[in-house]
């Protein structure tokens, strides 16, 4: 394992991302959207008949990359990751999980995040690549995921460990943060309250968002353009912003990454590039070091200045994310 820290410098950082912060809504929406629009957004039915929103973009290659965003994002908010990349020698498949994003909710409060079991995340993944002929059409496919996504995408190379030739992951919740509570103890209270009836409740303090949180008080990101940008995705889809996450989904999250953790070995012969924020409100360290450590090809990134969404930071920040992503591809 390699750890690799700090900055790689700003000569560098001007080389590796197409649009900066900025005039960034200007070169976004003059240079990004376009791209990512010329891509196709479809729905599929997930073999319990959910149905799964996800966007393709074709450019007649032979490797594709395979993205998945965290818990309350739409892939779309990826549409600058997938620009950054496009002259790598990949199409590109991002999926929207099952509850979020243009992916059909199973609740009737739409901002609720909530899943019936993880496995229905795996399932979703293979029903996709099953529909779409992946396995056929593509000799590589290159995995890219962040947080939940992320988590997703390792418990899914693990049951599928022939699908994934490389696996990039930000910020992997395989360890839910918690607040800092026990794991244990918090896994015992949303049990029980699964078991007498309350799954579908938000988690306690939790609930819907009623109104935009300034960007003064997000723990995600330091870029104000970046941050900006996935409002306005939201204020132009309304149905895209989420509350809270639910009881269940909570449960299912600690009980997919604890299954993650224990089949750890099953990632051991796929190459993994994995990046840490140093301020970071969601996810442990703990297991993802320590698979790292053990895993014979995985190269861990701790940038101690970043937050969470290390690809949506300020550019001196996220420079190094992409350069390092390129470097892997």
């Known amino acids: 394992m390699r750890v690799f820290m700090g900055f790689l410098g700003l000569a560098l950082s001007l080389n590796s991302f197409a649009i900066s912060e900025i005039n960034y809504k200007d070169n976004f929406d003059k240079l990004v959207r376009p791209f990512y629009s010329s891509g196709q957004t479809e729905t599929i039915a997930a073999r319990d008949g959910v149905k799964l929103s996800y966007h393709k973009i074709n450019q007649g290659k032979k490797k594709l990359i395979f993205m998945m965003a965290g818990r309350t994002e739409a892939v779309s908010k990826y549409a600058e990751v997938v620009y ?149 995705l939201e204020r132009s889809n309304p149905d895209l912003i989420m509350g809270s996450a639910t009881v269940k989904w909570v449960l299912e999250g600690i009980k997919m990454g604890r299954k993650t953790y224990k089949k750890r070995k099953k990632l051991f012969k796929t190459p993994i590039l994995m990046f840490q924020a140093g301020i970071e409100h969601f996810s442990r360290y703990k297991r993802q070091d320590k698979i790292c450590s053990q895993h014979p090809s995985c190269e861990k990134v701790l940038i101690k200045e970043g937050k969470h969404e290390l690809l949506q930071e300020k550019d001196v920040i996220r420079n190094q994310v992409i350069s390092k992503i390129k470097a892997f591809l």
């Open 84 to 232: 950054d990349l496009k002259g790598e020698g990949y199409d590109f498949l991002l999926l929207d999980s099952r509850g979020q994003g243009l992916s059909e909710r199973e609740l009737s409060d739409i901002q609720k995040g909530w899943v019936k079991s993880y496995k229905n995340y795996i399932t979703d993944i293979e029903d996709l690549f099953k529909a779409l002929k992946i396995k056929e059409n593509y000799s590589e496919v290159v995995f890219l995921g962040h947080s939940m996504g992320a988590a997703i995408g390792l418990r899914y190379a693990e049951v599928n460990p022939k699908d994934f030739s490389k696996i990039v992951v930000n910020s992997p919740m395989i360890e839910l943060k918690l607040d800092d509570k026990n794991e244990r103890v918090v896994a015992m209270y949303m049990r029980l309250k699964v078991i007498t009836g309350g799954g579908t409740d938000y988690i306690p303090g939790g609930g819907p968002t009623t109104e935009e949180s300034p960007f003064e008080n997000n723990r995600v990101t330091h870029s104000p353009a970046r941050f900006e940008m996935a409002r306005d």
